[in-house]
């Protein structure tokens, strides 16, 4: 169960195996990894379409063996320009779901575009091939969009052109039967055809305005035209060694950066993995992260973040100091969106990408616009109504987000590509699989096997609950209850914690890759 995928000449991880096989399948057409990963994009966005689609935003790092450098893409999109907080008056919040969720612009065939024109190399609508014909001819479908299907159901009922993708004949389409979404596989030609400009310029676009402003939405035409993404220098921290790389506000990515370095203080391997210790330390570094997280993490547009001291040394030795072997710190949290998929990339000539996409909460907003088959994220449900909320709502804006794709490089190559689903979940899986690689010598797919945790999230409740797999020793919960921790005892291999994936590559150049047990995902190498 804890062996990887291993291989010497490309590696592909993703949470669903038909995506895996799409990126391979390019590779195999002599694609490089830059295609390759748009083709695993574009088929999450089909075969996993609960957790991430063309209608949600993206994440990506990337390197270039001709460049020798990390860089950073920040596909996510922004508020409209009618989406003010007075267009909420007499709301206690943003809501979660139908067309007033849908206030940000999605970034996802953006982000392919940026990628593929500066680094691709088979044509455009070659890569995203595949995704097409599983959205025309139906693929089987997952137990886990199934169980979703089933669990929101009586949401996606709401809105008709939603229940039609979704709910085909009134009910959820069964695990391994053919799920078709043929409105979808026009709307992924149309982009293969014509690019992004399709999307955000052309008749998609109008479509997509259409439906909203004909359901009490708020996106304008002009919104999706004037969007744009943007490369990015990505942050970086070192750990053990390594320079860890993550993508800057408004990514909630250097709390994992902070919590690394408040680790480095700390000799890990002395105190045994799957000690006490071990978690306790983990936990109380990211809580102390999420604490300055909560302070300061929006558009960086619209104010400013003092990343040189949350990611300095001297910082992160002040707060391991502060850390209480014996005791639990409590700070405040907000629930936060679980629907996300993470996927990476290596191939032969040493290219490496680390991406990930979402639409925010499971399905959403839950809102498919119209005709287009493409679902809506809810991602600017997070902003906040407070005038005085560093995340407040403001027109053109982008949100506070969970995305966070991970990459951490030794002697200036990579070494680690990394990340997971789940809001909250994500620096702290994320700290988990990159110690247990580094500190304890485990493989990709043991890092991600071995028993998890999360503190805090998800987007259904606020609570400080430490949520633990039952193979975590009783010992050790026992003393995480004494410390203070609010431990609820969860199944072995818990959905909760989410899917993450991982690919190592040794100094001998032998690539390892892991995928989640917890997802229907795979590690495709050779």
């Not at 996510?76 to 809501?95: K, V």
Request: glycine residues 10%.
């Amino acid at each position: 169960m804890n062996k990887p995928i291993t291989g010497t000449k490309a590696m592909v991880v993703s949470p669903h195996h038909l995506a895996s096989a799409a990126g391979a399948r390019i590779l195999e057409q002599g694609g490089n990894a830059f295609d390759a990963a748009i083709a695993v994009s574009a088929c999450l966005a089909v075969v996993y379409p609960h957790m991430t689609g063309l209608g949600g935003d993206s994440f990506w790092l990337t390197y270039a063996h001709k460049e020798q450098q990390v860089r950073a893409y920040n596909a996510s999109g922004r508020s409209g320009s009618l989406a003010t907080r007075e267009a909420y008056a007499g709301e206690a919040a943003i809501p979660v779901r139908g067309p007033r969720s849908a206030i940000t612009v999605p970034g996802m065939v953006d982000g392919w575009h940026a990628v593929h024109s500066q680094y691709g190399r088979l044509p455009f609508a070659q890569v995203l091939d595949i995704a097409i014909g599983y959205a025309e001819d139906g693929f089987p479908m997952s137990p886990d969009q199934y169980e979703n299907t089933v669990q929101h159901a009586d949401m996606l009922a709401q809105i008709s052109a939603t229940a039609a993708v979704y709910l085909p004949h009134g009910r959820a389409v069964k695990a391994g039967e053919r799920f078709v979404q043929r409105d979808l596989a026009a709307s992924l030609r149309a982009i293969a055809e014509q690019g992004r400009d399709a999307f955000y310029k052309g008749d998609i676009a109008e479509r997509i305005v259409r439906y909203l402003e004909g359901s009490g939405g708020l996106l304008t035409k002009e919104d999706f035209s004037e969007h744009s993404g943007e490369w990015v220098a990505p942050l970086k921290g070192s750990y053990r060694g390594h320079e860890v790389y993550q993508v800057p506000p408004n990514s909630q990515g250097f709390v994992a950066l902070m919590a690394l370095q408040m680790l480095e203080n700390y000799d890990l391997k002395s105190y045994g993995h799957g000690s006490y210790t071990y978690y306790h330390l983990m936990i109380e570094a990211l809580k102390l992260g999420f604490r300055d997280r909560n302070l300061y993490l929006t558009d960086p547009a619209f104010a400013e973040i003092p990343l040189e001291r949350l990611l300095s040394p001297a910082y992160a030795a002040e707060l391991a100091a502060s850390i209480k072997l014996d005791g639990a710190c409590s700070i405040d949290t907000k629930p936060v969106g679980n629907d996300t998929a993470y996927a990476a990339v290596v191939d032969e000539e040493g290219n490496a990408v680390s991406f990930i996409q979402s639409l925010y909460f499971e399905f959403g907003s839950g809102v498919v616009a119209g005709d287009t088959g493409i679902l809506l994220q809810n991602r600017g449900s997070f902003f906040s109504l407070e005038p005085q909320h560093v995340n407040r709502l403001e027109p053109r804006k982008r949100t506070f987000h969970t995305l966070m794709p991970a990459m951490a490089c030794l002697n200036g190559k990579p070494s680690h590509l990394f990340g997971t689903q789940g809001g909250e979940g994500q620096p702290q899986t994320q700290v988990a699989i990159l110690t247990r690689m580094i500190d304890f010598g485990m493989n990709p797919q043991q890092a991600v096997n071995e028993p998890r945790w999360v503190w805090g999230r998800t987007w259904g409740a606020q609570t400080q609950e430490l949520k633990v797999e039952s193979r975590i020793a009783g010992e050790v919960m026992e003393q995480l209850e004494q410390a203070g921790h609010d431990v609820r005892r969860m199944k072995a291999f818990d959905g909760i914690m989410g899917h993450a994936h991982a690919i190592m590559i040794s100094l001998d150049g032998v690539i390892s890759g892991g995928a989640d047990p917890r997802s229907d995902g795979a590690a495709i190498g050779w």
